[in-house]
């Protein structure tokens, strides 16, 4: 039941009721898995709507990409959504958008300021990726307004994954290492995430919080796997292979398509994949560059016939496909948390994951699956081929993995996490603020 009975807990004596949160690229109203929407985009929607639900009352700000949308939004019971004008009315990606942060910042700041006047301001802003965290910091410079942030990937280890296929500008990193000295905290998604940030940016370890992203229990649970294959129009018995997500390089949906490749030619195992996610084609018809490549390589392999390409999906739909799978495979270069295998143990599917990112800390080898390196087809293959022919072994990694997701993973209790984070800030700002009057 998702009401108010559940609130967020906050250290006493805040007095945290207002919350800014800042998503430069990543609107909670866009549909994850299309081009430049992930990950962020799903956590910034779930938390928004977790932390209303707790009885906060949060804006989510995102730039304007087509001219039809309002500027305002109310997407929820105390949730809005306000679209900035900055840039162009239309699609830009990421890469290219540090141009317009200046204008943003200051429309947001105008924003805020009217919103102080009408004794309706913001007691603290969530910053999510470094070009919002430039915003937030610019509205605790101009407003006074304590900031957090979320980065969700850092462009040094961007850069080290991607080398110069990084789009970057190399001024990301210097200004990712001024956000980590200026923000009252850091939300680190997992162990790996902090510790790249003291690594290879010197962040101080006492900035650093660590929170997850999570799924939600209304939206996704086991269901029946022959009522879910009947839905889909899967053939009972074979051996399904799900793999969910945005198609870029990255994400290493090639490796997927390897390992099914050597699955059926080595191991004699009658799979099939399902690959789910990402815009199929151009305005003009054509596919997209990576789903063209992924296409050819299938074919390539003599596996055409066996992977469905199904393209983007309603989130409600996304049970369906986790049920319908024997196993779920994900295997990115880099990750810098992965939403979708805490999805998939959701839904009770053992996950077989990259040795990279947050799926170091979701997936437990041997337990609720297995790790393996990127890039490494051939251990897919050997795993994918033990769980076929195993499936008492899979069905315990699923309860496994299942069990993991409701103790970690809800948004109810990421959502209690950063309310407690907010409130450990704003404690200590109005105790510096106390002291500083104290000096006067």
């Known amino acids: 039941m998702r009401l108010n009975e ?11 009721r207002r919350i800014a949160i800042i998503s430069d690229h990543a609107s909670p109203l866009a549909q994850p898995g299309s081009i430049d929407c992930g990950g962020q985009n799903v956590y910034v929607a779930n938390l928004a709507r977790e932390l209303a639900l707790a009885g906060y009352v949060v804006d989510v700000f995102t730039r304007r990409d087509a001219l039809s949308q309002k500027t305002l939004v109310r997407c929820a019971d105390n949730v809005r959504v306000v679209h900035v004008p900055a840039g162009p009315a239309h699609y830009v990606p990421k890469e290219h958008m540090l141009p317009y942060i200046g204008h943003f910042s200051r429309f947001v700041a105008r924003f805020c300021a009217r919103a102080a006047r009408h004794q309706a301001g913001y007691d603290i802003v969530h910053a999510n990726f470094f070009m919002s965290g430039m915003v937030a910091q610019h509205l605790k410079h101009t407003l006074g307004i304590p900031f957090v942030i979320t980065f969700h990937a850092l ?11 990084d789009a970057f500008p190399s001024a990301r990193m210097r200004i990712e290492s001024s956000l980590m000295r200026h923000a009252d905290r850091i939300i680190a998604e997992c162990p790996q995430d902090r510790l790249d940030m003291e690594q290879l940016y010197g962040a101080a370890p006492g900035r ?18 022959e009522a879910a294959r009947e839905r889909l129009g899967i053939a009972p018995g074979r051996f399904v292979v799900l793999q ?17 490749a050597l699955l059926r030619e080595q191991h004699g195992v009658d799979a099939e994949l399902l690959v789910v996610g990402g815009d199929h084609q151009r305005p003009d018809g054509r596919d997209l560059p990576e789903m063209a490549r992924l296409r050819t390589l299938a074919r390539q392999l003599g596996i ?14 996304l049970r369906h496909y986790f049920s319908a799978a024997d196993v779920f495979a994900t295997t990115p270069w880099y990750e810098p948390f992965g939403i979708t295998p805490v999805e998939a143990m959701a839904c009770a599917r053992p996950v ?7 799926i170091k800390s979701t997936v437990v080898d041997g337990v609720t699956g297995f790790l393996i390196p990127s890039r490494d087809p051939r251990a897919l293959a050997d795993r994918l081929a033990m769980l076929q022919a195993d499936p008492q072994l899979a069905r315990r990694m699923g309860e496994e993995g299942l069990r993991r997701a409701y103790r970690h993973y809800t ?17 200590e700002t109005r105790a510096r603020h106390l002291t500083d009057i104290s000096t006067l």
């Open 352 to 358: 077989i994951g990259a040795e990279v990112g947050g």
């Open 244 to 260: 969910l997500g945005r198609m870029v390089p990255r994400k290493g949906v090639d490796t997927v398509i390897q390992g099914v």
């Open 411 to 427: 948004w109810r209790a990421v959502a209690q996490q950063a309310a407690a984070i907010y409130a450990t800030v704003l404690n």
């Open 155 to 165: 462009g040094h280890v961007r850069r080290l994954a991607q080398g110069a296929a």
């Open 304 to 317: 055409e016939q066996h992977v469905r390409f199904v393209g983007q999906q309603p989130r409600a739909a």
């Open 6 to 16: 559940h609130p967020a807990r906050v250290p006493a004596g805040a007095s945290l």
């Open 208 to 225: 650093i919080c660590t929170a997850p992203c999570g799924f939600d229990p209304e939206e996704l649970w086991p269901e029946p796997q």
